[in-house]
């Protein structure tokens, strides 16, 4: 049956890919493209399914003629954990954008479009089952340049192609990254085969296990958006299209995050010093605190989504950083937990942040900007998307009972179970990462309270939502889909557990879900019941209960009284919107806290009337932050490198008979290399 699903799923990907080229109406192409990729995502969905439930793994090949390299597929519970989180979120993705394409219309193909779409959906999913290194580096190269394409669909907008060649060199010193470490694997198994990294003709030297670690890390950690290679995010994201940006934010960046999993837990065997978990643990938290606090300063709604997705990585990676500390000291059940724990969140990141994602681009669909400061007031015009949003930035919030709140939790867990292991020093770093978390979590709360508020109440503050409207029933059903899911996975942790348990028992030897789950499921408790333990349905029953006897008890306390509306008092003035919060207000007490990290700078310009200096003619404020990354790392280094290749430029002398002797002499060396 997998074999089937999966030929189904290649078919229909690759249909959506050729046949919208093959019409010229943009109603049909869009047709073609997204009802393809939406079959597509369903076959994923039942392929992820039965890969988890499955009692043996799929494995297809196909040699060729290239040396070292087989098309070689491989459907364990790992890749299909993977398959079904791209699924679950390219399915919604392709019903949105049935609508969404109207924002495209008469400006782009369509067809093209629709077609990229498809090629990258496939991609990513072909990433997570190969299982030969030649063939997975192929893969993720295509991933890599679709991704690239979709990013700079709109090319003729100031800042895009920037952001698109800025997202292209930093994947590609990833993969640079990513095949050294592939390298050093197929040089102590004399393969690409993934059964060959797995188990070595010859055992890896320590200082080389090593090499692949931190190689890895930078490979990977590069399409993740670790601090600090995240750089390229905020603005590769906000640059592409809303599905797409969706699917990249959602699932994309998710392929990393495998890759990192399938190399320390499968092809190393889960043996590694403790000291590579806490250089996994300290990546984590610092990813997660700077990326919330760079978020909460941003006013473009994409680009504050687009640093909360560096924060959600951070958050993966301190689930997975206390898997590999515990796996260290050989206490399994608590690798499984943290292992568990981080894989859980990277499927619930996946849903709310592809939901939020999709709920911006409703936003610029109706008023056509993507800044805070000219919203307001859009819940009453935009009802559905409204509800979405809201639902969305309570689950990144962390809130009960949503699904953040519960892998959140369960991180929060694994790191506090530190007591158990041997060092002091490391029973003292996790709960230190956990009070981070809850920094974090405190500061994410404080975005999105800004982000809807602003957005969402009060009155409006442009003319473009003064009359924005609701989105088409497409967009709708896209957002509402991953809302559900939202809710799903938050309340049904005895559903979702037991599938996560059949990825974590294969990495780490152990089956933990009939300990964390209790009263038949309806109790999450990872120690006991009695240590520590929470119920997320019996959560939403009391929230619900609490809310219903709140208007039960206004309905009883005010019978018989009559409604009566006033204008709110604002001290004798109309009230207008120029006197609202805005963000940059909202923001201003976190930015003088920490003003150390941001750094601050402000710029008042003023202009005076000629016949006095006490009246002001007209001012201009500017206000922002220096990206520390960007300004103390990356731009010395570009400088630098530009400075190198100045100095270098005289080698290019113009002259064919100099470039040949160029590479004479090139080949003399070689060849006195290789004698």
């Known amino acids: 049956m997998m074999t089937a699903l999966l030929t189904v799923l290649l078919a229909c990907y690759l249909l959506g890919g050729l046949l919208p080229l093959c019409t010229t109406v943009p109603h049909r192409q869009n047709l073609l493209a997204h009802g393809f990729a939406a079959a597509a995502s369903v076959m994923g969905i039942a392929l992820g399914l039965a890969g988890l439930l499955a009692t043996a793994p799929l494995s297809l090949s196909l040699s060729s003629n290239i040396p070292h390299l087989t098309c070689a597929l491989r459907l364990d519970p790992l890749a299909a954990f993977f398959v079904l989180t791209i699924s679950l979120v390219a399915l919604p993705a392709s019903i949105y954008a049935f609508g969404y394409m109207e924002e495209f219309s008469g400006r782009i193909s369509v067809g093209v479009l629709g077609s990229l779409l498809n090629g ?76 060959a990294f797995r188990h070595p003709a010859r055992a890896i030297p320590d200082g080389v296990r090593s090499m692949a670690f931190f190689a890895a890390l930078i490979g990977f950690g590069a399409k993740a958006g670790i601090v600090p290679l995240h750089v390229w995010l905020p603005y590769a994201h906000p640059a592409a299209p809303s599905h797409i ?4 934010s ?77 796996h260290t000291y050989g ?31 409703a936003l610029q669909f109706s008023t056509h900007t993507r800044n805070i400061e000219e919203y307001g007031g859009l819940l009453r015009r935009m009802p559905w998307t409204g509800a979405c949003f809201l639902i969305g930035a309570v689950s990144i919030a962390a809130l009960p009972p949503t699904n953040g709140f519960v892998s959140e939790w369960l991180v929060f867990q694994s790191l506090f179970l530190s007591v158990q292991l041997p060092p002091l020093l490391l029973k003292l770093m996790l709960p230190i990462a956990a009070a981070m978390l809850a920094l974090t979590g405190a500061l994410a709360l404080a975005c999105f309270a800004k982000a809807f508020g602003l957005s969402f109440l009060a009155q409006p503050r442009s003319p473009q939502a003064r009359r924005a409207k609701e989105v088409p029933w497409s967009m709708r059903a896209g957002m509402g889909f991953l809302a559900g899911a939202c809710v799903v996975l938050g309340l049904a942790p005895m559903l979702v557990i037991p599938l996560l348990d059949r990825v974590t028992a294969l ?7 009939v300990q964390v789950l ?9 120690v006991t019941v009695e240590f520590s333990s929470i119920s997320t349905p019996v959560l939403a029953v009391l929230l619900v209960g609490a809310g219903g006897l709140g208007v039960l008890i206004a309905r009883l306390c005010g019978k018989g009284l009559r409604a009566r509306y006033y204008k709110t008092w604002g001290c004798g003035l109309n009230l207008t919107p120029r006197m ?13 806290v920490f003003e150390t990290i941001y750094q601050p700078a402000v710029k008042l310009e003023r202009e005076f009337l000629e016949q006095s200096k006490y009246f002001i003619k007209h001012q201009r404020f500017e206000s922002h932050i220096h990206p520390m990354f960007e300004t103390y790392l990356y731009e010395p280094v570009v400088r630098r490198l530009l400075a190198l290749a100045d100095r270098l430029r005289v080698i290019q002398a113009g002259s064919l008979h100099v470039y040949l002797s160029y590479i004479f002499l090139t080949l003399v060396l070689l060849l006195l290399w290789a004698g």
């Open 120 to 195: 990258f959906l496939l991609s990513m999913t072909l990433v997570v089952l190969a299982d030969n290194g030649f063939f997975f580096l192929i893969l993720w190269e295509i991933m890599s340049l679709l991704s690239y394409l979709l990013v700079v669909t709109e090319h003729e907008k100031p800042g895009v192609r920037e952001a698109g060649l800025f997202y292209l060199i930093m994947t590609h010193v990833g993969t640079a990254f990513i095949m050294l470490t592939f390298l050093i694997f197929a040089r102590e198994a004399a393969s690409f085969s993934f059964e």
């Open 245 to 248: 940006s969706g699917v990249m």
């Open 250 to 326: 959602g699932v994309m960046i998710k392929t990393a995050i495998y890759g990192l999993i399938r190399v320390y837990f499968d092809f190393m065997g889960g043996e590694f010093p403790w000291w590579w978990g806490v250089t996994i643990l300290i990546a984590g938290t610092v990813s997660a605190l700077l990326g919330v606090m760079y978020a909460l300063m941003e006013h473009d709604l994409k680009g504050l989504l687009a640093f909360h997705s560096v924060e959600n990585i951070g958050i993966i990676l301190l689930g997975i950083g206390a898997g590999m500390i515990f």
């Open 331 to 361: 206490l399994q059940e608590l690798a499984a937990l943290g292992l568990l724990a981080g894989l859980y969140h990277t499927i619930n990141h996946a849903t709310f942040k592809a939901l939020l994602f999709f709920g911006a681009g």
């Open 507 to 513: 990495l780490t030897g152990v089956s933990i879900s």
């Open 518 to 526: 209790a009263l038949d499921g309806w109790v999450v408790a990872p």
């Open 580 to 592: 609202e919060y805005s963000a940059m207000g909202f923001a201003q007490p976190i930015k003088q």
